[in-house]
């Protein structure tokens, strides 16, 4: 259930009209790293979240991020000024023509879609993306800093900006408690999983906790090692522990080098054979 609490989460108060400012303002609006997508985006995740601890933080920060919807939109609709009459040369013409007040478009035009929505249903990835919708979000605003002399305005960026940071920090720290679960279990040819490939030639590689430590395996020559005919394992089967799904099998059109043996024939395929 949703109320209409007439008093805004921050009050908004802008020195005056700015209708560039405003036309740049619409990206926090309708754009993809918004304030509506962010909305749509943690609450769509939250319908499909059986964890009840993780479903009341995405509802939380969905409805904050209506009240910050709301805060954007009536600054914009401040910056434009008066709409009535304006001057061939406006700088948010489209808005004057077509509302008088914000659009759901970016800063460029472009109306907000639905595809700009992550929800996958594995918590993991969800609040990972979510995570970094916030440092998105929270970039455009230090760049709209940059862009206005209006302290009011200022104001009420650095107070946004802020936000962003503390719901970015909620959801690192929400991920940090599903360790091991969702996506972050192990996949099928789990001795993978802690390999780095180093891809380059010529000096310049470096070392750091991305390549090194925490049981993480560095192959300096990956090509040599498992290129060619894939070899690393026999086949698990189709209803094995960890396979993928009953009837899987794994392309060749990416290594004619490869025959893959036919369960129901035990003949090895063509390798032009496609799946």
């Known amino acids: 259930m949703f109320k209409h609490v007439k008093d805004m989460e921050y009050t908004v108060h802008v020195d005056r009209p700015d209708p560039r400012f405003a036309n740049l303002l619409l990206e926090q609006f309708g754009g993809p790293h918004g304030e ?25 920060i969905a409805a ?20 009535d009459k304006v001057a061939k040369d406006f700088p948010a013409i489209h808005m004057a023509l077509l509302s008088g007040g914000p659009l759901l478009t970016n800063s460029m035009g472009i109306p907000w879609t639905g595809s700009y929505i992550e929800s996958t249903g594995d918590i993991y990835a969800d609040l990972s993306s979510d995570s970094t919708a916030e440092l998105r979000a929270k970039l455009i605003y230090e760049r709209l800093l940059q862009q206005t002399d209006d302290a009011g305005v ?13 719901h970015n920090f909620s959801f690192m720290q929400a991920i940090g408690t599903l360790q091991g679960k969702g996506v972050d279990k192990d996949f099928r040819d789990s001795q993978f999983s802690k390999k780095y490939m180093n891809m380059s030639t010529g000096e310049g590689d470096f070392r750091g906790p991305w390549n ?64």
Request: contains cysteine; aromatic residues 6%; hydrophobic residues 25%.
């Open 154 to 166: 200022k104001d009420m960026v650095r107070f946004l900006l802020s936000r962003e940071e503390s």
């Open 36 to 60: 509506l997508k962010a909305a749509m985006q943690y609450m769509s995740q939250s319908l499909g979240c059986n964890d009840p601890k993780i479903r009341d933080l995405l509802q939380d």
């Open 212 to 275: 090194q430590g925490n049981g993480i395996q560095y192959e300096e020559n990956p090509n040599e090692k498992y290129g060619g005919p894939a070899k690393y394992g026999k086949d698990r089967g189709a209803d094995a522990s960890g396979e993928v799904a009953p009837g899987y099998t794994d392309h060749n059109r990416n290594n004619p080098q490869y025959s893959q043996p036919n369960p129901s024939q035990g003949k090895p395929q063509s390798p032009t054979t496609m799946h």
């Open 64 to 83: 904050e991020e209506m009240s910050h919807l709301e805060m954007v939109g009536e600054a914009i609709a401040m910056l434009l000024g008066p709409t």
